[in-house]
């Protein structure tokens, strides 16, 4: 039986770090288990004050989303992910232009054809 040749040993070791280990599977799933009970205390248990409860559930959202993105999708800046990086990060940008642009039509098609000068028994009347 032949020894394996170097290209083969380096690509199938760059093969098997890319998609993770036991151990940061495990970490993954603890930092989202941590952050998911956050959550669920800044709603239920009111650890934060009333006017910061939104902001706190976004923050550990997006903390969660960077976590899940690290550990399961294995997105980093290494040199073999800086590629499927560069296109989720892509991919994340046109759908915020997308649903911001949208929204921003529905707002001005709501502001510019909507009567404001009208009563609602007027708007509602049969003449």
């Not at 199938?12 to 940061?24: I, L």
């Not at 669920?40 to 969660?64: D, N």
Request: with cysteine.
């Amino acid at each position: 039986m032949s020894k394996p040749s170097q290209s083969n040993v380096t690509h199938a070791h760059a093969h098997h770090a890319s998609h993770g280990s036991v151990k940061s599977y495990v970490i993954g799933m603890l930092l989202s288990l941590v952050l998911t009970f956050a959550s669920f205390g800044v709603v239920m248990a009111h650890l934060v004050p009333k006017s910061m409860g939104l902001t706190a559930v976004v923050v550990l959202c997006v903390v969660q989303l960077l976590v899940q993105l690290r550990y399961f999708l294995h997105l980093g800046s290494s040199a073999d992910q800086r590629a499927n990086t560069g296109i989720f990060i892509c991919t994340a940008l046109l759908i915020v232009i997308i649903i911001a642009g949208s929204l921003w039509v529905i707002h001005n098609a709501n502001v510019n054809m909507m009567p404001t000068q009208i009563s609602v028994e007027r708007a509602l009347a049969r003449d």
